[in-house]
């Protein structure tokens, strides 16, 4: 991929600061559709290691790669891994029909199910539930109480009778069990998807912070690590949890699966707001736009379920089956864009982004980042300019939520790519400076080159000196772009 320092761009910087993140599948795994997608809205990809396999994710990694250069502008792609799914066995005839009241047995028999009882090939759970834990079954459509259990068995009442059928997914939502973070296929995964060089790894079902230390050694830098919030567990240890991880995911679906429904909207804005205060990245997911599955058009409920992540400050917004295998994908990702347009353009917006209060560490960086904002609000400037190599610059200024747009210039490809799951963030790649003056005069460059200002317009620059030392951010300066230059940029252009 060409730097942008020596190729005009062709994708102009998007005015929306909120970002989608669309989940690729059968639906959207074309090279056209995938670029209809990235022009309809969509800021990243999710490649789901669920489904599919490593030849077709690696033909997905490569048109993407082949987009980005295409269109000389860095696309995101996050490898969300399976995680330890639970099941159940197989039974008679494919299934059985509960009763409420009755008594149901688990145990580690590979025989097929009855009405009676079933296999449940996973010891851990034996080994982890008591007297009165609950294991729920199908999405919780199913809902069992332990009355005894042993290393081999577990005697169990239903409380919410139903259907069970063969492979049906069980939560056990209130114990931690002692599970691996990663499973063989996990591990598997994971190599892959380094190995193809995508951005952001996603982790399943994680329960406790040494989860996410166990992939985090694995990947030892390869790829940022997205911790997915989606067990009670996870909720209990979330400061921990938000402390090793580069950004964490309020997975919707299975956190209203093992805890009541009613809990999901107030945790949703918890986790958001801690993960704004640890300055991580945090994706909002799971039913967005449902209804956008069969449906051209979302119901006004759905809208104001993704209009109020965007109002909260999530830093994206995730499309899962309505893009995956939907039959709207590129309608759903332009509702989304919408939606979150709508919301930033609301006079109140501003006010309540900021109703989580950003606490800066101790550090040159954090009150850089923090005057930058104040900055801008005092000499009006239109853009913030930000040189970084790790992206932590850019990181800190994001959750500062600045009202202008946030240009990232970096030397890394790899960091360009990362910032797709930013809020606000536009990435560039770019070489890097030597010199002061060269700063100032390539942030003048990029800036009216990417359309974040314009003749007259001020910035404010940010970077570290000694240049290209990651961590060394120390330098705050505001410039004033001039007609002049404006003029022998258009001039650049024309020649081009």
């Known amino acids: 991929m060409a730097t942008s320092e020596t190729v005009p761009s062709r994708f102009v910087p998007r005015t929306r600061k909120v970002r989608i993140l669309a989940t ?63 099941r159940v066995g197989k039974f008679e005839g494919g299934g059985a029909e509960l009763k409420k009241g009755q008594c149901f047995v688990f145990d580690r028999s590979e025989a097929a199910g009855t009405a009676e009882r079933a296999e449940l090939p996973h010891k851990e759970i034996f080994h982890g539930v008591e007297p009165g834990t609950r294991l729920l079954v199908d999405d919780g459509k199913i809902v069992q109480r332990v009355l005894s259990a042993t290393p081999d068995r577990i005697e169990t009442v239903v409380e919410v009778g139903g259907r069970i059928s063969n492979n049906k997914g069980v939560n056990v939502p209130d114990v931690v069990l002692p599970l691996a973070a ?99 990245p945090v994706v909002v997911a799971t039913q967005m736009l449902e209804s956008m599955i069969t449906s051209p058009t979302p119901t006004r409920a759905e809208v104001s379920d993704v209009a ?120 560039v790649r770019t070489r890097d400076v030597e010199s002061f003056e060269e700063m100032i005069a390539k942030a003048k460059r990029m800036a009216l080159r990417h359309d974040v200002a314009r003749g007259g317009d001020r910035i404010v620059i940010i970077a570290g000196v000694p240049f290209g030392t990651p961590g060394s951010t120390n330098v705050i300066h505001i410039v004033r772009l001039i007609g002049d230059e404006l003029d022998r940029h258009r001039k650049a252009q024309e020649r081009a």
């Open 24 to 86: 690729l599948g059968p639906a959207s795994n074309s090279p056209d559709m995938i670029r209809r997608l990235a022009e309809a809205g969509a800021d990243a990809f999710r490649v789901n290691m669920s489904h599919g396999t490593h030849a077709d994710h690696a033909k997905v990694i490569e048109i993407i790669r082949g987009l980005e250069k295409e269109l000389d502008r860095p696309m995101t792609i996050l490898a969300d891994l399976q995680g330890p799914k639970l």
């Open 182 to 280: 990663l499973t063989e296929k996990d591990h598997a995964d994971l190599h892959f998807a380094l190995d193809h060089h995508v951005d952001w790894i996603a982790l399943s079902f994680v329960q406790r912070p040494e989860d996410v230390a166990e992939a985090r050694k694995i990947i030892a830098g390869r790829a940022a690590l997205l911790a997915k919030i989606e067990k009670p567990a996870a909720i209990d240890r979330l400061d921990a949890i938000l402390e090793l991880a580069d950004a964490v995911m309020v997975a919707r679906g299975d956190l209203g699966v093992e805890m009541p429904p009613q809990d999901v909207p107030p945790l949703q804005k918890r986790i958001v707001e801690s993960a704004r205060r640890f300055g991580r």
């Open 308 to 427: 109020t992540a965007v109002y909260d400050g999530a830093d994206a917004v995730m499309l899962s089956a309505e893009s995956a295998s939907g039959q709207f994908p590129c309608e759903a990702v332009t509702m989304m864009n919408s939606i979150a347009t709508s919301v930033e353009a609301d006079p109140g917006y501003a006010a309540r982004v900021h109703f989580t209060r950003t606490i800066p560490d101790a550090t040159t960086a954090d009150a850089i980042a923090q005057a930058a904002h104040a900055m801008v609000d005092t000499v009006g400037a239109k853009a913030i300019v930000c040189f970084t190599s790790s992206g932590s610059t850019a990181r800190r200024i994001s959750r500062e939520r600045p009202a202008v747009p946030l240009l990232v210039l970096t030397p890394k490809l790899a960091t360009a790519r990362k910032m797709g799951l930013l809020w606000g963030a536009h990435a």
